[in-house]
C-alpha cells in the first residue's frame, strides 16, 4: 500500500486493516520480507489511526424547514 | 354508666383516625384556602372543594423542602395522613408534600399509554436494534439553543470527532412540542446517510418532559430507519420515548457517549496493538535466529576439515605404529645378522686351516686344486696355511 492509498483510508478503514495485518502476522505463515513488509504496513496503519483521532473536528450542521416542510441542510453555528 | 373524660374520648377517635389504613399515607386534592405560615414556619390552610373542607398543617421541616409554596387559589395534591389535634378537638390533614393538581392526571395518562404501547409490542427487546459501532454521520433531535446539544457536542468532540452532527432541532416543551419533534424526527428519516439518531432533552420537572410521552411520538420511533438513543431528563426520569427507543440512556451526555466508540480506548487500543505487532516481528525475527543458529551448528558438524584432521591423525598413528615396527625389525635384523656371521665364521676357511688344512691353487693360473688329477710333475702350486702362503713343486704325481 502506498502513502497515497493510506492517507485515503478512513479511520475505520485503517482500524480493520490494522487487525487483518496483526492476525496474518500472527498465522505465522509468511516469509521474512514479507513479515516484515506487514509489520510496516500495520505501524503505518496504527499511526494513521492516530493521526485520525487527533486531527479530527466534529463537523456540526442543521436542518432549516420551511412552512412548507421543505428543509436545507446548513453549517450549525452557535448562536 | 361511669363518664370517660374528654381525653379518653379524643384518644379513641385519634387511634381509631390513626388505625385507618385509607386514611394514611394518601393524595388529597383541593383547593388552598386561609393559607398562613406562622413565625414557626409551620404553615396553616384549608383545603376545599365543593363538597367539603379539610383543615391541614404542614410542619414547617416539610415547607422548607418544597420547590414553591401554595398560595390561596391554588389547585393542589397534598400527601399525609389524617390524625387529631387532641387540644383543639380537631382532626386534621398533617401534610407531607404538595404539588400542582394535575400531575395525578398526567401520571395516569402515562401509564395508559405506556401500557398500551407495551401490550402492542412497541418495547419489545427483540426490537431494539444495536447501535452501529462505527458511525459515520449521526442525527440529533432536540433544541437549538438548550444546553443538551452543547452537551452532545461536547461528549462527541472529545470522545470521537470523527463523526458529522446534523441537528434536527425541534421545541422540546410545551403544548406544540410532540408535533414538533415527530417533524423534527421525520426530517432526519428523509436523510439517506444517517447512522444514527439521538433524541434528547435536558432535565426538568415532568411537565416539562411530557412532550416525550406522546403516543404519536412513541409510534414514529418505532418505526424508526435507523437506531434510536434516547436522554432526555435526569437520570430517574423515564418518558415513553425511553422505552421504545433502542437505547435508553439517562442524559444527553450519556445518549452521545453511548452513540460514539470511546476515543481514549481506540488510542489505548491502537498503542497496544502496535506493541502486538512489534512483538510478533521481533518473534518472527528471534524465531529465524534460531534457526540460523542451528544450521551454523549443523554446518560445523559437516566442516571438511574435520575429517582431514581425522585423517592427519590416523597417518600419525600409523607412522607411529610404522616406526615401532620398523625398528623392532631392526633389532631381530640386526639379532639374526649376528647369528648368521657367528655361523660364517665357523665356516670361513681360515677357520678350517687353523685346524692343519690347507688351499692349494696353481700357482700359475690361481686355479684351485682339490684333485690329484688336477696335478703334475714340475707344477708350481701355491698353498695356503693358516698364517700365510707357501710355494712348491709337485716331484710326484
Known sequence: ?79 | MQPITVGQVTRQIKDVLDETETLQDIWVTGEVSNFSRAASGHCYFTLQDSEATLRCVMWRNVAIRLASMPATGDLVEVFGYVSVYERGGAYQFYVNDVRASGVGQLWLAFLRVKERLEREGLFDPEHKRPVPPWPKRIGVVTSATGAAFQDILNVLSQRYPLVDVVLSPSLVQGIQAPEALRKALERLYRLSDIDLIIIARGGGSIEDLWAFNDEELARLIHVAPVPVISGVGHETDFTITDFVADLRTPTPSTAAAAAVPDGEALRARILEEMETLTSLIEGKLERLHDDLRQRERALERCDPTHEILGLRQQVDDLMRRARVAWTTKLRTDRARVETQSARLQALSPLEVLGRGYAIVQDRASGQRISSVQQTEPSQDLQIHLSDGAITARVTES
Open chain 1, 1 to 79: 500500500m502506498d502513502k497515497k492509498q493510506l492517507e485515503s483510508l478512513s479511520f475505520e478503514d485503517s482500524y480493520s486493516k490494522l487487525d487483518d495485518v496483526i492476525q496474518r502476522l500472527e498465522s505465522g505463515e509468511l516469509n521474512l520480507e514479507e513479515s516484515v513488509a506487514l509489520y510496516q504496513e500495520g505501524m503505518e496503519l496504527a499511526q494513521r489511526c492516530g493521526q485520525h483521532l487527533d486531527n479530527a473536528e466534529l463537523r456540526v450542521t442543521q436542518l432549516l424547514a420551511d412552512a412548507a416542510d421543505n428543509f436545507t441542510e446548513t453549517a450549525y453555528s452557535e448562536s
